[in-house]
Each structure stands twice: as structure tokens, then as C-alpha cells.
């Protein structure tokens, strides 16, 4: 367990690396998807667009083929005036045996399996399908070989509007397939009209091709906008799946921190007693050969060396309890042991367990205290720890003839306050958040203060939540720094509802009796 906590970092770091190692892969497997897509495509762009532009167009085949199928019959009738019925019939049999046939085919796309699916090869037979469809209606000029011509132009000027209209709307999804559903019946009417000779003739003639061109635009522009959007839409889902992918990848690494975490809470939890236990030894037998209990050294340095060994176990036994308190409180093993105590009397105690360290630095320590401050209702001993280590770094990091104010009053809320400010090196603004999280510690600090771990300003923040408490750090570039712990009201004894004592009904008869 304890390798693995310690392997931890360099895990992030593999996690970090390998994480870009896969964007840059996924990154260089879309790029070759898209390419592969484009040469696959029968129009240049991808084949899953391909094949959601030909499901768009057998939807529409299918969907239009009554209503042209009715467009056909009424114009037969029509045509039938001037055209014997039977050669009429005959036009529209053949039109709709040609458009059953387009229908059929596109039927079978839209039943076949999406897996097999090859641009090519359909484009190809809806293409030939057209085709077919187109020559159908182009058999709408051999009307003039059995009827007058002059008389059929203006018919047959409508047929072909009405049909490039028709075809151009139905099959504007393949715009090779609108071409040639509608350019057999226009190039031979339009020959047809021009044959004929004559101002109207040649006016009918010119507005058939120019309808041909416009209608075969317009269903361009249909397909380019239906395009556009299976694009958007396929980013949309593209954009989607990317999102889903990095909520998940964020739920995976919160879990490797909540476990990474659990380990080590269980690490300095296990490792505890091994720890301080060898660490009392230590500091009690090097306090034992420092003060000469058993006789002074032959060699005076053996006490300088005993004195060192016992300040070393000393520091290193507060870091080690430093970080067991840490590790309990994120575990949320760290329980309150609440009673009635007083702020005065915890900070005067602090001040005088600190006075001689900063006496030996030259420091000022000032304390001020309000007046008839009411007791709190809290734990002891982490008041004392919060105390303690506010009153421990102001005197850490605050140079020689400096000064440390220690304030305990009320707060403007109506609870207590306590209010530690020194003279020192300050912090800068950017790297407060730096200073407030676990192990951190500023750069002019780690300059200019005493060692440490970096952990007492957040225990300190920890415990005052613990209390529901507040901890604020205000702090300026070499004018110094001011940490201020406050209490709230709903934990100051006046502030508090008395406890009503319930008795029984008997004890209140006997009083009265």
C-alpha cells in the first residue's frame, strides 16, 4: 500500500502522457477515417453522408410516386384531346412501368443492409433507374407524329414544366439522378418545339431549357442544404460522443483520486504507531543524554549531537501528527470532542507556550483581549491546535524585531474572532491558494521561514469548518499578514437555547405536596 502511495505521482504523469498519446492517435485515426470516407464517396465527401443523402432520396421516390403517378394520369387525359386515347395510354403505361421500376429499386435500398452498403454501385442503378424513367417521358414528342404539332405545343409545353418540376423535387437528394429523370423529355421537346419553327415555337423552346436549368439548380441547392445539415448533425453527435467520452474519462480519473486518497489515508493511518513509536524512543533517550541525567560527556559535542537528534525527532514527530490529523479529518474520522471552554483562556495559554520562541528571535508578541467574552462550545484541544499554529507561523515566517499581534474578540456576526497579524515578508496574491491547499508553501516563504510541511493553514481550515467556522487570510507583499478564525454565533454560550429538564410527573406532585 505504501509503494503504491508513494508511486502515485508518477501514475498521474503515465495517466497525463498516455491520455495525450491517445488524443494524438484519435486525432490521426480521424483524419485517416475522413480521408477514407472521401474515396469511398461518390460525391466527394463521406460515404455515411452518401448514404444518408440516397435514404433521403428512396424516402422521396417512394413518397412522391402516387402523387406523380396522378400527375401522369391527368395530363394523359388532358393530352387525350388532341392525342388519340390509345396513344396516350400507351405514353402513360410506359411512364408509370418506369416509375414502378424506380420505386422498387429504391424500396430494396431502403430494406437492404446498411453494412453492405456501396455508394458506387447504388448511385450507379438509381442513375440507370432514371434513366429509364426519363426516356419514358421523353416518348412524350412522338405525340406530334400522331396528331397536329401546332396544336400540341402548348400541351406539351406544360407536360414538360409540370414533369422537370415533379422529378426535380423528388430527386434533388442525387442530383445526378434529377438530371436524368428530367433532361431526356426536355432536350426532345425542346428539339421538337425548335423543329417547328416559328417565334412562339422558338419562345416555348428557349423557356423549356432555361426550366430545365433553373429546376436542376434549385435541386442542387436542396441537396448542398440537406448536406449542410447531415454535416451539423453529424458534428452534433460527433461533439456528443466526445463529451460522453470525457465525462466518463473525468468519472474514471475522480475514482483513481478517490482511491489514490483512500490509500493514503490508510497508509498514515497503519504507519502511525510504527512511526511515533520509535520517535518517543528517540526523543526521550536524546533528552536523557542532552541533559546528562547519567553523567556528563567526555566529549562536549555529544550533548551539541544529543540536542540535535532530539529537536530533529521532536519536528519530525509534529509532522508526522500534523499529517495523521490531516489524513483523519479527510477521512472524516476526526471527531470533535465538544464541550464548554473559553477562547481567552486557550489563547493566553497558546501566547505563553510561544512567548519564549519569539523572545528568542526578538519578536514583539502583543495580545489584546476583549471585554466579558462568553465561552464557546467546542473542542479544546483543536482550538488549541488552530491557536497554535496561526501563533506558529506569524513567528516562523516574521523576521527578527518583528512583531505578532494575537486579538481574540467578538465578530460583527455576534460570534468570536481570533485574529493573528504579523509584520512579515507577506505572501503574494497569486500564490495564497498555493499557500491554503495541503503541502504548499510560498516562494518567499520557503526562502526566508524555517522549514516545514505546508500543512497548518489547511488543518486550521479543516477544523473551523469542523466548527462551522470561518478562515480568512488577508495578506499584502511586504507589509505582512493577517489570518483571522472565527467562530459563529450559534457556538457563543449566550447565543445557545437553555436546556429544559424534563421531569416526571412524580417528582412535580411530591414539590408540590
Keep these: 500500500m505504501s509503494t503504491e502511495f508513494m508511486a502515485s505521482p508518477s501514475a498521474v504523469i503515465d495517466d497525463v502522457r498516455s ?25 466527394g465527401t463521406r460515404a455515411d453522408f452518401d448514404f444518408e443523402l440516397m435514404q433521403d432520396y428512396a424516402y422521396s421516390r417512394v413518397n412522391a410516386a402516387l402523387p406523380i403517378a396522378g400527375v401522369v394520369s391527368i395530363l394523359s387525359v388532358v393530352a387525350s384531346f388532341w392525342v388519340p386515347v390509345v396513344f396516350t395510354t400507351l405514353w402513360a403505361g410506359l ?32 442513375v440507370a433507374g432514371e434513366t429509364i424513367y426519363g426516356l419514358a417521358w421523353s416518348t412524350l414528342a412522338l405525340f406530334t407524329l400522331v396528331a397536329d404539332p401546332h396544336t400540341l ?49 422558338y419562345t416555348l423552346g428557349a423557356v423549356v431549357l432555361f426550366g430545365e436549368v433553373f429546376f436542376v439548380y434549385q435541386a442542387r441547392q436542396m441537396h448542398r442544404a440537406n448536406l449542410e445539415t447531415i454535416m451539423h448533425q453529424s458534428e452534433k453527435d460527433a461533439l456528443i460522443g466526445e463529451l460522453e467520452e470525457a465525462r466518463q474519462m473525468s468519472d474514471e480519473a475522480r475514482r483513481h483520486a478517490e482511491q489514490a486518497n483512500i490509500a493514503k489515508s490508510q497508509f498514515l493511518a497503519t504507519m502511525s504507531h510504527e512511526l511515533r513509536t520509535p520517535l518517543n524512543a528517540i526523543i526521550g533517550f536524546s533528552e536523557v543524554l542532552k541533559s546528562e541525567l547519567l553523567g556528563a560527556h567526555q566529549v562536549p559535542q555529544y550533548k551539541e549531537y544529543a540536542g540535535d537528534i532530539h529537536g530533529s525527532g521532536q519536528h519530525l ?107 512579515g515578508p507577506g505572501i503574494p496574491e497569486d500564490e495564497i491558494e498555493t ?44 507589509f505582512g499578514t493577517e489570518v483571522i478564525a472565527t467562530f459563529p ?16 410527573r412524580l417528582e412535580i406532585f411530591s414539590e408540590a405536596g
Design 19 to 43: 491520455q495525450m498519446g491517445r488524443d494524438g492517435r484519435r486525432a490521426a485515426q480521424k483524419t485517416v477515417l475522413d480521408a477514407r470516407q472521401r474515396l469511398t464517396s461518390s460525391s
Design 95 to 126: 411512364v408509370l412501368l418506369s416509375l414502378l421500376i424506380v420505386v422498387l429499386t429504391a424500396q430494396r435500398f431502403r430494406t437492404s443492409d446498411p453494412s453492405k452498403f456501396n455508394a458506387g454501385r447504388w448511385t450507379t442503378t438509381f
Design 153 to 201: 405545343t402548348p400541351v406539351m409545353f406544360a407536360m414538360v414544366l409540370v414533369s422537370v418540376a415533379a422529378n426535380s423535387v423528388a430527386t434533388h437528394s442525387l442530383p445526378s439522378a434529377t438530371l436524368m429523370s428530367t433532361l431526356p423529355v426536355t432536350l426532345t421537346v425542346s428539339g421538337n418545339l425548335l423543329a417547328l419553327g416559328g417565334t412562339l415555337n
Design 317 to 423: 514527530l509534529n509532522l508526522i501528527n500534523e499529517l495523521l490529523d490531516l489524513s483523519r479529518i479527510e477521512a472524516g474520522k476526526y471527531e470533535l470532542n465538544e464541550e464548554v471552554v473559553s477562547l481567552v483562556d486557550i489563547a493566553e495559554d497558546c501566547r505563553r507556550m510561544m512567548e519564549l520562541r519569539a523572545k528568542a528571535k526578538g519578536i514583539e508578541l502583543v495580545y489584546n483581549v476583549g471585554k466579558n467574552l462568553p465561552k464557546l462550545w467546542g473542542d479544546e484541544r483543536a482550538i488549541r491546535q488552530v491557536v497554535l499554529n496561526l501563533l506558529s507561523n506569524a513567528i516562523k515566517f516574521t523576521p527578527q524585531a518583528g512583531k505578532v499581534t494575537l486579538v481574540v474578540t467578538r465578530s460583527s456576526d455576534g460570534g468570536q474572532m481570533v485574529s493573528v497579524k504579523d509584520n
Design 435 to 478: 499557500v491554503l491547499s495541503s503541502f504548499g508553501q510560498g516562494s518567499l516563504a520557503q526562502k526566508t521561514a524555517e522549514q516545514g510541511a505546508g500543512l497548518g493553514l489547511p488543518i486550521v481550515q479543516k477544523i473551523m469548518e469542523l466548527h462551522q467556522g470561518r478562515f480568512d487570510l488577508f495578506s499584502k507583499l511586504r
Design 489 to 504: 454565533r450559534a457556538r457563543v454560550m449566550d447565543a445557545l437555547a437553555p436546556v429544559v429538564e424534563k421531569r416526571n
